[in-house]
């Protein structure tokens, strides 16, 4: 008869760490304005949701938009000098 067993050492041979790597640190700081100014587009289109369409919302919402486009922009921008350093 044979035994069928799983091996150990090859389950637990790389053990995951479950921490971020300096450089996934790295990239996520680099793209934490994006990251804020998307939560600010979120946050003013949560709002607006259960108000009647207004001026002041729509200059809020179109404030927040430009935003990240600026925040996306310059990111791709500092992505596009990093390659050609």
Same mark, same amino acid.
């Given at each position: 008869m044979k035994h069928i067993?799983?091996?150990q050492a090859?389950?637990?041979?790389t053990p995951v760490d479950g921490e971020p790597s300096a450089a996934e640190l790295?990239?996520?700081? /680099?793209?934490?304005p994006v990251i804020q100014a998307e939560v600010e587009l979120l946050d003013v289109q949560i709002s607006l949701l259960d108000q009647p369409p207004s001026?002041?919302?729509a200059q809020r919402l179109? /404030?927040?938009? /430009?935003?990240v486009l600026a925040a996306r922009t310059a990111l791709a921008n500092q992505a596009g000098?990093?390659?050609a350093a």
């Open positions: 067993a799983a091996v090859v389950v637990t041979a790295d990239a996520i700081e /680099r793209e934490m001026e002041l919302g179109r /404030r927040a938009c /430009r935003k000098m990093g390659d």
